[in-house]
C-alpha cells in the first residue's frame, strides 16, 4: 500500500507563485512514475505533469513553460513549481504514484487563483 500527502496549496492572485509537494510512504522506490492532475469545478480531472522513473516529463500544453515538476531528495517525493499562476489554473492538485502495476492518488490540495 501506497499513500500520498499532498501540500502546498492556497489562494493566490494571478501571475503569482505556488509549490507544491508530495511525499509518499509504503511501498514505493524512489524512481517510480509520479505527476501531478488536477480537477476543476464542472470538469474531468487533466495530467498537469508527470515524471517517469528516467525522469522524462511530459506536461499539458497549458502550463508548459510555467509550472515545473522535479523529483525531491528526501524520499519518493515530487514538487510542482507554478509560476505566472492563471485563474483557469484554479482547481484541485492531485498527486499519482504508479508503483508496479497500481495508481494511487492523495487526497487534493485546493489551488485558487484570484484575478
Known amino acids: 500500500q501506497v499513500q500520498l500527502v499532498e501540500s502546498g496549496g492556497g489562494l493566490v492572485q494571478a501571475g503569482g507563485s505556488l509549490r507544491l509537494s508530495c511525499g509518499a510512504s509504503?511501498?514505493?522506490?524512489?524512481?517510480?512514475?509520479m505527476g501531478w492532475y488536477r480537477q476543476a469545478p464542472g470538469k474531468q480531472r487533466e495530467v498537469v505533469a508527470v515524471?517517469?522513473?528516467?525522469?522524462?516529463?511530459t506536461y499539458a500544453q497549458s502550463v508548459r513553460g510555467r509550472f515545473t515538476i522535479s523529483r525531491g531528495y528526501a524520499g519518493p517525493t515530487v514538487h510542482l513549481d507554478m509560476n505566472d499562476l492563471r485563474p483557469d489554473d484554479t482547481g484541485i492538485y492531485f498527486c499519482n504514484c504508479i508503483a508496479g502495476t497500481k495508481g494511487y492518488w492523495g487526497q487534493g490540495t485546493q489551488v485558487t487563483v484570484s484575478y
Open positions: 515524471i517517469d522513473p528516467d525522469d522524462k516529463i
Open positions: 509504503g511501498n514505493i522506490f524512489s524512481a517510480n512514475t
